[in-house]
């Protein structure tokens, strides 16, 4: 299953080098990570969508609070919350398809924020299964290239709550721990 | 007055109150070690930078602070990785300095350039690139602070070569550290607390699992007050061993792998867990489908990431373990759990009495026997550090431990050629302690090299090399899962004797039983280090043993109890 975390960090060198190395040591999948600078200066914020299932979730937050310059750590999957992606395709059209491609980003809601004489440069914006949506309608016409921001995520309402407060946080726990021998190290 | 970023770390360095440092000079650590001459360090000069940081680790391990390590940059720095990952696995606290490249070479390949806080990402608490003179202190300050709050760990600090050379006024800031993200003091709430209160009185089976946090904690008079009032058993993980006396009514000995076997059975039967300080791991559990299937699970940690991670508990309490369990203590009840601890007398029947004394001699010298001896000759007061293999085993069985930070070993990581260095490190933060290094024939020879920092350093660490010609307990694993066939574990070593002589050092060997005692006796008393090599059976095995992945209390026994050894 995939979580969505919201991650505030120091904005310090490194440090989304740590963040991306603890997923690569703890085994977790980065399906995408976004980062960007928040309302408070020397904070930044990551979206992260990781495919974990809820234990793997909560071992995720805890550890990632084990890094010193992790200052919160939301998972937003349980939350009401809007995400987002931000894409650019460039697809193949001629004059006489041009006009059935522009129809379709009308449908979307998408834009056409560039034209060369044989293509031209969408930019669409939504969750991500309208731009997974969007790019397959395209696709009979010839998407050339693509880009995609990953998903940016934010809690409907108001702000979850302050960057200090997580005093108590990090010590959920999940109810099931692995009861295979998965984690059994058959070394000498 | 300004001063330079070298005189600034020795500087910073005093005020955490280092005194001692391990290291190895070089080109981009120059000029913190020409600073040095300055200032009222001591510098022991290893003779391989991995030698420093398990000295680091051994001198915090023993003495209860932060230890130094100190190296260039390059493969001064890489040398260290070994033991940076040890002290991590283990949660002991090691700062380790290095000098880097000047930080307008960065990025170039330069000469002896290497991505150290890249490498050791993985493998420490946290790391600090520096490359201005006036970030040292504080870079300093910090490094300490997370080296020993919380779940302590290794911390690196990357020191550029214009950093140490470059001036800057310094304005020391006496205050506490506070790092926004940083949070060793996490509390569980009161409701918790009463839950694990109540299972306590309840319980009917409960044991004590006394793991490494109890040393990490000083926590070890508060648990020995909480197993007398409610006369709960204590069972402990290979880093827990001391955390308990050995000679209490109430210890049952080590879990696990090669844990005894009725604390095994014990675990399954038990109604209740009381996990203290330990993380569960896969050496202790078994199979854990299986394990402990009747019992409840308290876990106290002041690392939440280990709640659950293996061991689905009941209740997991975060917070440092001494103060977590002077809430709890005043609210247990006085138990009787005397059919309990009569059950787990029964189970013990007439296995693997360790007390192996007055076993006749049949002409063959056991590794257990030497262990045991050494216990007996020191009174069980010396500080003993262990290398990885059989012999670490064995120690943990027959070496009984009454005092915290006496027996210091690599238990997460395994390292082979840890003890020697680490028991130098545990001689310098206790050099009133009698220390011994037991050390396998294998593990022995990948950092032998630091005899020459005993004979130069002058200092009484007596090294007891348990020589069973093979890399013992891989050869223990061929024989009995891979069919006896021996790929690459029979030794062929050097003359130890000879060796130690080499070094200046007095060197002894002992075949015979017989010689044990005196063995022992002569190399207490003699002034100087002194390595006695023990040449001991060759294909002797330790039992009891859960096979990797095994139910816990499926262990393989000693086939045919023999009479040189207890009937394990
Ligand atoms: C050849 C070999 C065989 C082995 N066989 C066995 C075996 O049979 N049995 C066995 O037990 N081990 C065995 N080990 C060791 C094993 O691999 C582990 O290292 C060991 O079990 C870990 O013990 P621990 O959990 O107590 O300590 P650690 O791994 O050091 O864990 C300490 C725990 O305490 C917590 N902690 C730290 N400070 C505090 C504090 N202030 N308050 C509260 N909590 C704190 C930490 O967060 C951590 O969770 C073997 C190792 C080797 C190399
Ligand atoms: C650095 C390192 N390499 C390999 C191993 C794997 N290993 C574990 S125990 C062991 C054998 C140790 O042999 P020895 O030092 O002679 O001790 P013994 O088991 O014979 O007592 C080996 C090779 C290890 N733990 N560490
Ligand atoms: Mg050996």
């Known amino acids: 299953m995939r979580h969505t975390f919201a991650v505030h960090v120091e904005d310090t060198p490194g440090v989304l080098n740590r963040v991306a190395s603890l997923f690569r040591r703890r085994a977790f999948n980065i399906e995408s990570l976004t980062v960007g600078h928040t309302e408070t200066a020397g904070v930044s914020r990551m979206t992260i969508v990781a495919d974990t299932d809820d234990h793997g979730a909560l071992r995720l937050e805890a550890n990632l609070y084990k890094l010193v310059n992790v200052l919160r750590v939301d998972d937003i999957t349980v939350r009401p919350s809007v995400q987002r992606?931000?894409?650019?395709?460039?697809?193949?059209?001629?004059?006489?398809?041009?006009?059935?491609?522009?129809?379709?980003?009308?449908?979307?809601?998408?834009?056409?924020?560039?034209?060369?004489?044989?293509?031209?440069?969408?930019?669409?914006?939504?969750?991500?299964?309208?731009?997974?949506?969007?790019?397959?309608?395209?696709?009979?016409?010839?998407?050339?290239?693509?880009?995609?921001t990953g998903c940016v995520a934010m809690a409907r309402g108001p702000k979850i709550g302050g960057l200090g407060d997580g005093v108590e946080r990090g010590t959920q726990v999940a109810d099931e721990a692995p009861a295979d021998d998965s984690n059994v190290s058959y070394s000498v | 007055m300004k001063r330079t970023g070298a005189q600034i770390l020795w500087e910073a360095l005093i005020r955490e109150g280092v005194s001692t440092v391990f290291g190895y000079p070089g080109g981009a650590i120059l000029p913190a070690y020409d600073a040095m001459l300055e200032f009222p360090i001591k510098h022991v000069l290893v003779r391989h930078e991995q030698g420093a940081t398990h000295m680091a680790d051994g001198y915090a391990r023993a003495g209860g602070g932060v230890g130094v390590a100190?190296?260039?940059?390059?493969?001064?720095?890489?040398?260290?990785?070994?033991?940076?990952?040890?002290?991590?696995?283990?949660?002991?606290?090691?700062?380790?300095?290095?000098?880097?490249?000047?930080?307008?070479?960065?990025?170039?390949?330069?000469?002896?350039?290497?991505?150290?806080?890249?490498?050791?990402?993985?493998?420490?608490?946290?790391?600090?690139?520096?490359?201005?003179?006036?970030?040292?202190?504080?870079?300093?300050?910090?490094?300490?602070?997370?080296?020993?709050?919380?779940?302590?760990?290794?911390?690196?600090?990357?020191?550029?070569?214009?950093?140490?050379?470059?001036?800057?006024?310094?304005?020391?800031?006496?205050?506490?550290?506070?790092?926004?993200?940083?949070?060793?003091?996490?509390?569980?709430?009161?409701?918790?607390y009463q839950r694990a209160i109540d299972m306590i009185n309840n319980a009917k089976r409960p044991i004590i699992f006394a793991g490494h946090g109890?040393?990490?904690?000083?926590?070890?008079?508060?648990?020995?007050?909480?197993?007398?009032?409610?006369?709960?058993?204590?069972?402990?993980?290979?880093?827990g061993i001391g955390g308990f006396p050995a000679s209490h009514p109430l210890n049952l000995g080590m879990m696990g792998m090669h844990g005894e076997a009725w604390v095994n059975s014990a675990i399954q039967e038990a109604d209740l867990l009381l996990a203290f300080g330990m993380r569960f791991d896969d050496r202790v559990t078994g199979n854990l489908a299986t394990y402990a299937q009747n019992a409840k699970k308290i876990h106290i940690d002041i690392d939440p990431a280990e709640f659950n991670k293996n061991v689905k508990v009941d209740v997991p309490l975060t917070g440092d373990l001494r103060h977590v369990l002077e809430e709890i203590?005043?609210?247990?009840?006085?138990?009787?759990?005397?059919?309990?601890?009569?059950?787990?007398?029964?189970?013990?029947?007439?296995?693997?009495?360790?007390?192996?004394?007055?076993?006749?001699?049949?002409?063959?010298?056991?590794?257990?026997?030497?262990?045991?001896?050494?216990?007996?000759?020191?009174?069980?007061?010396?500080?003993?550090?262990?290398?990885?293999?059989?012999?670490?085993?064995?120690?943990?069985?027959?070496?009984?431990?009454?005092?915290?930070?006496?027996?210091?070993?690599?238990?997460?990581?395994?390292?082979?050629?840890?003890?020697?260095?680490?028991?130098?490190?545990?001689?310098?933060?206790?050099?009133?302690?009698?220390?011994?290094?037991?050390?396998?024939?294998?593990?022995?020879?990948?950092?032998?090299?630091?005899?020459?920092?005993?004979?130069?350093?002058?200092?009484?660490?007596?090294?007891?090399?348990?020589?069973?010609?093979?890399?013992?307990?891989?050869?223990?694993?061929?024989?009995?899962?891979?069919?006896?066939?021996?790929?690459?574990?029979?030794?062929?070593?050097?003359?130890?004797?000879?060796?130690?002589?080499?070094?200046g050092l007095s060197g002894m060997a002992v075949t015979k039983r017989a010689g044990v005692v005196p063995g022992v006796e002569a190399a207490r008393e003699h002034a100087g280090a002194v390595i006695l090599e023990f040449k001991v059976e060759q294909e002797d095995s330790v039992f009891p043993m859960v096979p990797a992945g095994a139910d816990l209390d499926k262990m393989i026994r000693r086939p045919s109890p023999i009479v040189e050894t207890a009937a394990d």
């Open chain 2, 70 to 192: 100190v190296a260039t940059s390059g493969p001064g720095a890489t040398n260290m990785v070994t033991g940076i990952a040890t002290a991590m696995l283990d949660s002991s606290p090691i700062v380790c300095i290095t000098g880097q490249v000047g930080s307008k070479l960065i990025g170039s390949d330069a000469f002896q350039e290497t991505d150290i806080t890249g490498v050791t990402l993985p493998i420490t608490k946290h790391n600090y690139l520096v490359s201005r003179a006036q970030d040292v202190a504080r870079a300093v300050k910090e490094a300490f602070y997370v080296a020993k709050s919380g779940r302590p760990g290794p911390v690196l600090l990357d020191i550029t070569k214009d950093a140490q050379q470059a001036s800057c006024e310094v304005e020391w800031d006496d205050s506490e550290v506070t790092l926004p993200g940083y949070r060793p003091d996490l509390r569980a709430t009161q409701e918790v």
């Open chain 1, 85 to 148: 992606d931000l894409a650019m395709i460039k697809v193949a059209a001629t004059p006489e398809t041009r006009t059935h491609v522009m129809q379709l980003v009308d449908v979307f809601r998408a834009r056409v924020i560039d034209v060369a004489p044989d293509s031209v440069i969408i930019e669409a914006t939504g969750p991500e299964d309208k731009i997974d949506g969007l790019v397959e309608v395209l696709r009979q016409y010839g998407v050339i290239e693509m880009v995609r």
């Open chain 2, 214 to 239: 109890i040393m990490l904690s000083g926590a070890m008079e508060v648990v020995r007050a909480l197993a007398e009032r409610a006369n709960i058993p204590v069972a402990m993980t290979l880093l």
């Open chain 2, 329 to 503: 203590l005043p609210h247990v009840t006085e138990g009787d759990r005397s059919s309990w601890l009569k059950a787990i007398e029964a189970m013990k029947g007439d296995c693997a009495v360790r007390d192996i004394q007055n076993l006749p001699d049949s002409g063959h010298l056991y590794a257990a026997h030497v262990i045991n001896d050494l216990w007996r000759v020191t009174d069980g007061d010396a500080i003993v550090v262990t290398d990885v293999g059989q012999h670490q085993m064995w120690e943990a069985q027959y070496y009984h431990h009454d005092q915290p930070r006496t027996l210091i070993t690599s238990g997460g990581l395994g390292t082979m050629g840890f003890a020697l260095p680490a028991a130098i490190g545990a001689k310098f933060a206790c050099p009133d302690k009698e220390v011994w290094a037991v050390v396998g024939d294998g593990g022995f020879q990948m950092t032998q090299a630091e005899l020459a920092t005993i004979a130069q350093e002058q200092i009484k660490v007596n090294v007891a090399i348990i020589n069973n010609g093979y890399l013992g307990m891989v050869r223990q694993w061929q024989e009995f899962f891979y069919d006896r066939r021996y790929a690459a574990t029979p030794l062929l070593n050097p003359d130890f004797v000879k060796l130690a002589e080499a070094y």
